[in-house]
Each structure stands twice: as structure tokens, then as C-alpha cells.
């Protein structure tokens, strides 16, 4: 029982890190424009893409990973540039349906060039060999890529935050979050920041949705819709606008999907003698296997339930966000 509980607490540990690398890019924009980019999960699955064409051309990983992370970059900000930047201080509901329209406009994109490539629809993700297999440790499995998500999370996330509270730019875009017109008025240049916002929240999308796609093990053009729900509750719970809310939204949603994973028919998987066997029927008719499949029913009810105690989420505030 030692190793299952420290095999789903590694698991847990890597859901939270793709997570969290999810959904810091929306609590960026959102911090700062009051903008929930629902285009995210598509910039997201560009990145996905620009990967499998990168790595079917026969590149370095570490050179198909620095293309991902440029093409995904400038997506992110032709996108701000165009769809966003023009309809800033438009009502809330305004940015909400371009964000909508965004994400269709590369969905649409991107299925019009693989037919026009004469690609199928659904791609298989061609995963380097440096991310494919697991790593054995005693008991304990690990895939490699699940160690690299939560590597790259890990250092991706302290970079951020050293860029936000130790750099000019980051100490601007902090100002930004708080209030945009007066920080326009104190001399910031609001372009600037909002280009950056997108920009990180672009190159953390690309690394995300590079290993996502290792992991889902195929693409296809509306792949994105999941990735920015859990990045949508990931950062509710933990506050929208707030990055270190994000990050702990993220690891909380990874911690409860992996719970309710793993209580999912623990009653069949406890050792023989090591509970009264009331107990043990108990756990098989409460917590039966089929429970998995509700993994994200539940998750919503948690959700529910930190609104009605916090709405603001558990890091937010009442006011502007933050990107403490």
C-alpha cells in the first residue's frame, strides 16, 4: 500500500505541474485585460501541431522543442495584435465571444491545412524516444514524461516568478494587473506588457501543449477544449489573476483527479487481512471502480463548493488580480 500511495502521489504531482503550466498563461491575461482567453486550449493545440511537423521532419527534440516554442509564440501575439488589442476596453462580454471566435478561427485553420496537406484529421503524436518509456524505481513506475512535466513545471513556474517579482518588465506588468489605465498614466507602456502577457502565456502554452500531446498520444484540431477546462478550474480554484493561485489551482485539480482515481475500487485492492471484512465491503459498494468515470463530476462539485465558500478562489482577491 506504501508504494500504491506514493505511485499516485508522483502522479498526482506531474497532473498538477501540466496544470498549473495551463492555466498560469490565462490568469496572466486575465490579471491584466480581465480577459478569459478561451483561445488558450487552441493555442495550445497549435503547439501540438507545429510539434508533430516539427518532429516528422526529422529535427533534434531540442530543436523541434525551440520551434514549438517560437511558432507558438508568435500565434500568441498575431493574436493579440489583431483579435485583441483592437476591442481593448470593450465590455468584458465583447472580449469574451472574440475570444470564442479566436479559438474556432484556428480550429477551422488548422483543419483546412491538414486537408490541404491531405493529412486525416486525428494525427499520431510521433513521441521522441526521449520522452517515451518509464523510469523504474522499486515498485514504483514512472513514465518519462510525467518526470518531465514535472521538471519543466517546476523550473518553468520559478522562472516566472523571478521574472515577475525581479524584472522591470514583470514589475510592470504587475502594476498593469492592478490598474491598466493608471499604469498607462504613469508612463508604462501597456502594449508592451499586454504583448508580453500573451507572449509568456503563449510559450508555456507550447510546452504544455508539447506535452499534453506526448502523453495523449495523438492530435487533432479540437484536442484544446480540454486542456483550457482544467486550465478554466485550475485557475478559478486557486484564483483567477493570480499566478500563485494558478499554480496551486493547478496541483489541487491534479491532486483531486488522481484521489478520486485512486479510492476508485480501493477495496479490491487492499491486501487480504489488512482491514475487517465489513470495511472492506463497505469501500467496494462506496467507492466501486466505476467511480473513476466520474473523476470530473466530482471535480466540478469541489469546484462548486470553493466558490461557495471562497468565491474569489483560494488565493484571489475581492479587487483587480495580482500576479504575485
Known amino acids: 500500500m506504501t508504494d500504491y500511495v506514493i505511485q499516485q502521489f508522483v502522479n498526482a504531482l506531474s497532473a498538477g505541474s501540466l496544470y498549473a503550466l495551463m492555466a498560469v498563461g490565462l490568469a496572466m491575461v486575465f490579471g491584466i485585460l480581465r480577459l478569459i482567453n478561451f483561445a488558450h486550449g487552441d493555442v495550445m493545440m497549435i503547439a501540438a501541431y507545429i510539434a508533430v511537423f516539427s518532429l516528422g521532419a526529422g529535427l533534434p527534440l531540442a530543436i523541434a522543442v525551440v520551434v514549438v516554442v517560437l511558432g507558438t509564440v508568435i500565434v500568441g501575439l498575431l493574436m493579440e495584435r489583431i483579435a485583441y488589442r483592437p476591442i481593448r476596453g470593450a465590455p468584458d462580454v465583447a472580449m469574451l465571444l472574440t475570444s470564442f471566435a479566436v479559438g474556432q478561427i484556428l480550429q477551422n485553420g488548422v483543419l483546412l491545412t491538414t486537408r490541404l496537406a491531405g493529412e486525416p484529421t486525428l494525427i499520431a503524436f510521433p513521441s521522441p524516444e526521449q520522452l517515451s518509456g518509464v523510469i523504474q524505481i522499486g515498485a514504483i513506475t514512472v513514465p518519462k514524461v510525467n518526470v518531465v512535466s514535472f521538471v519543466a513545471g517546476i523550473v518553468l513556474l520559478g522562472l516566472l516568478t523571478l521574472f515577475v517579482t525581479r524584472t522591470t518588465l514583470g514589475l510592470s506588468m504587475r502594476a498593469a494587473a492592478e490598474d491598466l489605465n493608471a499604469a498607462q498614466l504613469m508612463g508604462i507602456k501597456v ?71 485512486a479510492l476508485a475500487g480501493i477495496g479490491d485492492l487492499l491486501p487480504p487481512g489488512s482491514v475487517p471484512p465489513e470495511v472492506r465491503e463497505f469501500l467496494r459498494q462506496w467507492l466501486p471502480s466505476s467511480l473513476a468515470s466520474y473523476r470530473d463530476a466530482v471535480v466540478f462539485i469541489v469546484l462548486i463548493l470553493v466558490l461557495l465558500v471562497r468565491p474569489q478562489g483560494i488565493l484571489g482577491k475581492h479587487e483587480a488580480g495580482d500576479l504575485e
Not at 510546452?207 to 487533432?220: D, E, P, T
Not at 489573476?241 to 491534479?254: H, K, M, T
Open 191 to 261: 502594449n508592451r506588457v499586454v504583448a508580453t502577457a500573451f507572449a509568456i502565456g503563449a510559450a508555456l502554452a507550447a510546452v504544455a501543449g508539447f506535452l499534453y500531446a506526448v502523453q495523449a498520444g495523438q492530435v487533432n484540431p479540437y484536442m484544446g477544449f480540454t486542456p483550457v477546462l482544467k486550465a478554466f478550474i485550475a485557475a478559478v480554484i486557486g484564483g483567477f489573476g493570480s499566478i500563485a493561485g494558478a499554480v496551486l489551482g493547478g496541483y489541487v485539480l491534479g491532486f483531486l483527479e488522481v484521489f478520486v482515481t
